[in-house]
C-alpha cells in the first residue's frame, strides 16, 4: 500500500498536536509494511526536521514570514497536485482540510477531523478561519472514510454537517508521546523546591484561561507558598499580567523541551485542564503517564479520555473549579488515588494502536 501525506499542517505548525499526530503515523506505518510519502518543500516543523531538513522563519519579521509562507504554500500546492498526479497512490491523507486534487488516479481520500472549535464559535472566530470551515465542510464531504479522534468529535461532526453518512466516520483515539523516565534528569530548576500547580499549551478564548486564573488565585489566598506555572502557550499578555493582580510573582510562563515537562508533571501538585472545548486532550495522557494527578473540566471529550481518573468541574463554575483544586492538593489519599487510575487508564491508549487502526481503515477505504 501507498500513502500519500501533504504539506499543509508541516507549514502551519512549528509543533503542535496535528503535525504530531501526523510525525507518530509516518514513523510507524512503514513497519506494518506501508510506503509513506512525505512532502512538504522548505518545511517549517520540527517534528520533521530530520526528514525533510528545516526552513525556520522565526528569525524574520511578521511580513516576511506571512510573505514566505503565502508563496512556500502555493509551491507545495502546485508540487502535491503534480506528485499525485504522477503516481499511484492507494490512499490520500491531507495533513489538514484544504483539499485540491482534482486528478488522483482512483485514489481513496482520508481525512482526519480533529475538532469542531471553529464551528461552534464561528461567531468568534474571524473571517480567515470561517473560510477554513468552508474548506472543511468541503473536504469531509468529498472523503470517501473520515476518521474522528474522539466520539464527541465524531456527534460534533454529524451535528455541524448532518448531510455526511455515520458508516464512513471511525472513530480512532491519539496515544501520547510522553516518556516519565524522560524526566528523570531534566533540569526544571525554575520551579524547583516549590509547590505548583501545572497549566499547558496556549490559552486561546475556548481554553477558559481566565475563569481558571479567578479559581487558582482562590486556591493561591489559602495556600500561601503554591504557584502557577503555565508551559508553552506563549508569554503572558499584558491583560493576563493584570488579570494576576497581586500574585503575578506567583505565576510562571515558559516553553519547556519533552523531558522538562515531563519532570514538570512528575513534580505538580496536580495538573489542570480547564477547557470549554477540546478534540481529544493529549496533555491528559501526558499527565497520566508521568504521575500526575489530573483536575478537568467535564466538557466535551475531556471524560471520554480521563475516564474516572480524573476529578471533575463544570468549567464555567469559578467556585466548583476551586474546590475540586483544593481538594487535590490538600488531600494526599485522593492524589495517590488519581495517579494509580491514571497509570491504568493511560495503558489504553497508544500511537502503536492508533497508528493499526488507521491501516485498517486505509484497507476498509481501498475496498470501498
Known sequence: MRVYYDYQILLAQKFGGISRYIYELVTRLPNMGVNVDVECIHNHNFYFADRLGLHDMSNKNKFMRLSELGLFWYVNKFNARRSVRKNNYDIIHPTYYRVSYPERNNAKLIITVHDMTHEKYSGIYPRLKKNLITHKKRAVREADLLIAVSENTKRDLLEYVPDINPEKVHVIYHGFSMNRNSGDNADFSL????????????????????????????????????????????????????????????????????SELSAAYQNALC??????????????????????????????????????????????????????????????????????????????FSWDKAASQTLECYKLAKEV
Open 191 to 258: 520551579m524547583k523546591g516549590k509547590d505548583y500547580i501545572l497549566y499547558v499549551g496556549d490559552r486561546r478564548f475556548y481554553k477558559n484561561f481566565a475563569r481558571f486564573i479567578k479559581a487558582v488565585i482562590n486556591v493561591m489566598y489559602i495556600h500561601k507558598d503554591l504557584h502557577l506555572f503555565c508551559a508553552g502557550g506563549g508569554a503572558f499578555t499584558s491583560e493576563e499580567l493584570d488579570s494576576f493582580g497581586a500574585y503575578k510573582s506567583r505565576i510562571h510562563q515558559g516553553g519547556l523541551s519533552d
Open 271 to 348: 495538573y489542570v485542564f480547564p477547557s470549554e472545548y477540546e478534540g481529544f486532550g493529549i496533555p491528559i495522557l501526558e499527565s497520566f503517564a508521568c504521575d500526575c494527578p489530573v483536575v478537568c473540566s467535564d466538557s466535551s471529550s475531556l471524560p471520554e479520555v480521563a475516564g474516572s481518573a480524573a476529578e471533575y468541574f463544570s468549567p464555567v463554575d469559578v467556585d466548583i473549579m476551586t474546590d475540586k483544586i483544593l481538594n487535590v492538593i490538600e488531600h494526599d489519599s485522593l492524589r495517590q488515588e488519581l495517579i494509580s487510575c491514571g497509570r491504568e487508564r493511560v495503558k489504553l
